[in-house]
């Protein structure tokens, strides 16, 4: 069974030497798994490094939501997100009989609210 892993940590990597010569001072790692991130920071800019683990932590666990064209958006959703950031109680609407057809190309938002509400639906038509 595999090793779990203790997720991502700092490490400071020691001077690398050649010939009794410093050829790269001592940097701060950022160790995941097997990946190594380099942060940049040097040997006293230890709080530098953390931020910038706090800064990778954040990014992988809570990655950036994606945006979406505001064409592509369906009407239903829009209005049921607004209703849920309002605290609207009652949503009143018209609900027309269209042909199921012309549903199911066009799409219809009545259909689609009355599918996923989150309050309770008048109908009028």
């Known amino acids: ?3 779990r892993s203790k997720g991502a940590r700092l490490w400071l990597r020691p ?4 010939g009794g010569r410093i050829v790269s001072n001592a940097v701060w790692i950022i160790i995941d798994g097997n ?8 040997r006293h800019e230890a709080s530098e490094a953390e931020k910038q683990l706090a800064a990778y932590i954040a990014d992988k666990y809570q990655p950036s939501r994606l945006a979406k064209d505001i064409d592509r958006i369906d009407v239903a959703d ?6 849920a950031d309002s605290g ?3 949503i009143v609407m018209g609900g ?3 042909s199921r057809l012309r549903e199911f190309i066009l799409g219809g938002v009545t259909h689609s609210i009355l599918r996923s509400m989150t309050a309770p639906v008048l109908l009028s038509h």
């Open 1 to 3: 069974m595999p090793r």
């Open 15 to 18: 001077a690398r030497r050649k």
């Open 35 to 42: 990946k190594h991130i380099a942060t940049g920071c040097l």
């Open 78 to 83: 829009v209005l049921l997100s607004h209703v």
């Open 88 to 90: 609207t109680d009652f």
């Open 96 to 98: 027309y009989g269209h």
